[in-house]
């Protein structure tokens, strides 16, 4: 604990699943430097045994074990104030287009879990909510932009089994209220971007290609996919389809930021809340600035466009307006600034083994 840090569990206890995630590490950092005491759940099925983490702070207390286990996730939110349901089977477009029924099984039972353990400690008298870590991918079918919260519920729902599951979490969470009256929040990230995503266990042996620089599309989100393909030099660098989609790629410390605003906020109870950047920005663009970091800005990118996914979403652009208003939320940190880190962090994991 540094001098003016607040003290560990001043502010109050929170169970966090899937801590050992890539949102989760930031979430978790998030809670202990506001002076949270914090639980941290995680199976480490994606990462192993690297990304335990915060074992030595004072306010963090790191289990290892299955979030659909009820019985496991009751005992440890039984004297929790606050619970982030955040624990889901996750990735990048390859990811869960590999595992789709994967995906959604193992997420209905994780989310099934949470509920229950919720709902038990909730009527117990302690836990006062539990915020749903949903995702942008409810708006996966949206024809007009930008997406506002509520029109989730007026479009087809995602064809995609992972954007279908992430809408289910969200009936879960109103179902809980309506028949048990378990108060919770909804937040939505959209596209986060950071540091810690390795290679996944799910990708035994590595990613083909990767020292010949011919290395197609990995399990990892865009961000550090595009970072990594043009560190080793891929050219020309593999992009899906016409690089044409739009992304409001956020921070994962500012998206960190907003989920617990919106966990304490007292007017967010019942409430869904998109939590990302105002800046827009092409999978062409992202990748000509990547590019242009790695190469210097006189060297000219090239790219060659496979075959997209039928189902890639074209455009996913959010309303911040309501997490701006209700919350005092706004994604501040620029694209720039993020990809400086994420090049800097995938370059040691590189020279590391990790990736």
């Keep these: 604990m540094t001098a003016g840090s607040p003290a560990p569990g001043s502010a109050g206890k929170v169970l966090v699943t899937g801590a050992a995630g890539f949102i989760g590490g930031y979430l978790v950092s998030e809670l202990l430097a506001r002076g949270y005491q914090v639980i941290g759940l995680d199976n480490l099925s994606k990462y192993g045994e690297a990304r335990q983490g915060r074992a030595a702070h004072p306010g963090y207390e790191f289990v290892r074990g299955d979030a659909a286990d009820v019985g496991l996730v009751t005992d440890l939110v039984s004297d929790c104030d606050q619970f982030v349901a955040g624990a889901a089977m996750v990735g990048g477009i390859a990811y869960f287009h590999s595992y789709p029924y994967d995906l959604l099984a193992a997420n209905e039972r994780i989310t099934a879990a949470a509920c229950d353990a919720a709902i038990a400690a909730h009527r117990a008298g302690r836990l006062a909510k539990v915020t749903f870590v949903s995702s942008s ?44 009256r378990l108060p919770f929040t909804i937040v939505r990230p959209f596209n986060c971007v950071g540091v810690g995503e390795t290679r996944s266990l799910r990708q035994p042996g590595g990613l083909a290609g990767a020292g010949t620089g011919t290395v197609r599309l990995a399990m990892s989100h865009v961000v550090p996919d595009l970072v990594y393909r043009i560190l080793i030099g891929q050219d020309p660098v593999h992009i899906l389809g016409a690089g044409d989609q739009v992304r409001h790629y956020t921070y994962g410390g500012d998206l960190a930021r907003g989920i617990v605003a919106a966990m304490a906020h007292p ?89």
């Design 267 to 355: 007017a967010a109870a019942g409430e869904d809340f998109n939590l990302a950047t105002d800046r827009g920005t092409t999978v062409r663009e992202l990748a000509t600035l990547i590019w242009h970091k790695i190469n210097g800005p006189d060297a000219p990118p090239r790219f060659v466009h496979d075959p997209p996914y039928a189902d890639d979403v074209q455009c996913r652009i959010p309303d911040t307006a309501k997490a701006r208003a209700v919350l005092g939320f706004e994604a501040t940190t620029s694209l720039e600034t993020m990809l400086d880190e994420v090049i800097a962090w995938v370059r040691d994991a590189i020279a590391a083994g990790l990736m």
């Design 137 to 180: 991918m409810v708006y996966e079918q949206a024809v007009a932009w930008p997406s506002t919260e509520g029109d989730e519920l007026r479009m087809p729902p995602p064809a995609t089994a992972y954007g279908f599951q992430k809408l289910a979490v969200e009936y879960f969470a109103r179902a809980a209220w309506d028949q048990y």
